[in-house]
């Protein structure tokens, strides 16, 4: 089955993303934007327990007016449920598909849905969340209601051709489904709920994993839950598996819930099934057995004028017991058939259940110990060469630490042996250099002093001379 949930965080933050957005607010359960279409839940109480984040709720309006409330999936690009109420059905229109642009571009500045011919282009992202026409085309399917337009009014009509509220179906079971729900509503629910504006409609799909062109899910199955919400008050569900389009199958809103997933509640307080008129109730599942048999229920007046005669009255009133009584026992025989089909299926996959995991078990199990075995196999060889590697790189630690004293020990005693031996050729090969030195410096001492002796001759000779040329007169030439 597919879970439908929805998630308050994720919505909160869709609602920041769709300020002042009059359709496809994406919010919270209570929130101001999807409150405005809350009227359309009996105690203004939408259902439970949808909390997946790809869920977006919707207040579908048009003409600035909420129509009818939808919870759209953007994985599957198909409604989920749309909630509306039974209005008297109007002249069918022909069809102007719409789209919810906010759904897709959550900056654009149109409030609520529009023809999709006229924002084709002028709208960023259009399609990645939501379905458009191209999806259909050529699929095999056609665009099936989930609010059908023939239980709305005139504008609530037009609201319904939106492709938020519209399911990939056959023709066949298109055509089959919407006239099989219209003729319940009109004939079955509506006559047996004497407040009209109290009668809350929930119409469904259960997604699956078949897509239309790869793109929208095909239904697997398809959902009517109704609730009168009066002081005798009651509820009815209806489910046709899309495989089986003959198949109209009627059980409680309770049970329909556990088709979807439990925890789901789809009215409040379960709509009071607990304390459900019981003559309404039969009423209503005799006027659906009719319409799925074939037949149609007519109103009061018309029983009235058919059972006129005395003699259809007489044979009514005696057939009727059989009739009840054989309908009982058709209804237990069914009743006991499902429940011995549903206990045999339970145990299969009870027990089914608990071999596979068995052998689910056993097999890993088994897997993990070959994995094991093989893992300490293959770390066999590896361990063994790094035990040898290490051995050998300790016995080459070992030979270089001996090395390594030897050459500490036995380099003292050597060095001083060989400086010991150098001595004297370092003495003897100094002595001519010695002697060199002795030499240069007597040589240098003897010159010095022979300098020394000249320049005090040369500054005597120099001195004598100066005097010489002071005191002694001139001599002539002649003299």
Known sequence: RHRTMDAPAV???CLALFPGSSLGRVVGEGEAGFAECNAFFPGQVPPEGFTEPFHVKICQRYNKEPRFATLYSTKDKIPLYSAFKYTKAAQTEEEDWLVEPQIDDPENDLPEMVREADIVGTVANLGTNQALTSDYVGSGYERGLLNPSGLNGEEF???TYTLTNAVPLSPSLSESWHRDIGSVVEQALAPQCSQKDRLYLLAGAIPSSVRAKGKVSVPEALWLAACCDAPQGWSLALLRNTNEENSLADLTVGELEKQLLAGVRLFKDSCGEGNRDQEKTEAILQAVSQIRSGGQVGTSEDQEAKESGLVRKVAGFIAA??????????????ELVKFVFSFL???VKRVGGTLLNGVYSLCNGLVSYLKAISMVLISIPYDLGRVVVNIFLGFLQIVQDVVSLTYRILRIPLG????????????????????RDVAAGIGGTFWLVVDATAAVLHGFCYLAGHIVKRFVPKVSSDD
Not at 321 to 334: N, S
Not at 420 to 434: D, E, K, N, Q, R
């Open 416 to 435: 001083f042996v060989l400086h010991l031996a150098a001595f004297p050729y370092h003495s003897l090969c100094a002595i001519p250099s010695v002697l």
């Open 345 to 347: 299926w339970l145990v």
């Open 11 to 13: 919505v909160l933050l």
């Open 321 to 334: 017991p059989f009739i009840k009584l054989l309908e009982l026992l058709i209804y237990l025989f069914v």
């Open 157 to 159: 009509q037009v609201a």
